[in-house]
Every structure is written in structure tokens, then in C-alpha cells.
């Protein structure tokens, strides 16, 4: 089973951008699906971007338009670039992994965005 780590969270104003990278311990290459998620004070974990292997992209409407994942197989990392933040994307981002065998999470990174 990958393991994964994630890191860039921080303190950002609103309007600011933070790039949040997950490494896994070995190849993404076929790992099926690898998602973003985030979970705030109170609330549930939701998913905010995810990225297949074939290469496909989904967002969370909230973020259309201002985050974008990626995936580097060559670095075993994924990104989530993440523009125009708002406080409300303050959360704990969480990296997760899924294949056919397993599903992996990190350990998440805190993203706190003042007004």
C-alpha cells in the first residue's frame, strides 16, 4: 500500500494562492483514482478535485475555476494549485489514493485563509 504525505498548507489572505503537494512512497502510475479532500471545523470530508489515471479531471463546484489538481508519475507526486482562496477553503486538505486493493490516506495538511 503507497503511503502518502502532504505539504504546502499554510496561513494565506484571501485572494492568495498555496500549492499543495502529495508524495507518495512508490508509483502513481496506475493508481486509479487520486483526490484532494478537505475537512473544516464541524463539517464533513468533502472531495475537491480528483484525477484519474486516463487523465480526467473533477472539481467540487466550489472550486471550478480557481483550484486545478495534477499528477507528476515521474515524481509519484500530485498537486492542487490553489488560486483565489476564500476562508471559506479553510480546512485540513487530505490526499487520498484508491485502486482496486486499497484505498490510502495522508495525514493532511492545514490550509487557514484570513479575510
Known amino acids: 500500500q503507497v503511503q502518502l504525505v502532504e505539504s504546502g498548507g499554510g496561513l494565506v489572505q484571501a485572494g492568495g494562492s498555496l500549492r499543495l503537494s502529495c508524495a507518495a512512497s512508490?508509483?502513481?502510475?496506475?493508481?486509479?483514482?487520486m483526490g484532494w479532500y478537505r475537512q473544516a471545523p464541524g463539517k464533513q470530508r468533502e472531495l475537491v478535485a480528483a484525477?484519474?489515471?486516463?487523465?480526467?479531471?473533477n472539481y467540487a463546484d466550489s472550486v471550478k475555476g480557481r483550484f486545478t489538481i495534477s499528477r507528476d508519475n515521474a515524481k509519484n507526486t500530485v498537486y492542487l494549485q490553489m488560486n483565489s482562496l476564500k476562508p471559506d477553503d479553510t480546512a485540513v486538505y487530505y490526499c487520498n489514493a484508491v485502486t482496486i486493493k486499497y484505498s490510502a490516506w495522508g495525514q493532511g495538511t492545514q490550509v487557514t485563509v484570513s479575510s
Open positions: 484525477t484519474t489515471t486516463g487523465g480526467s479531471t
Open positions: 512508490n508509483s502513481i502510475f496506475s493508481i486509479n483514482f
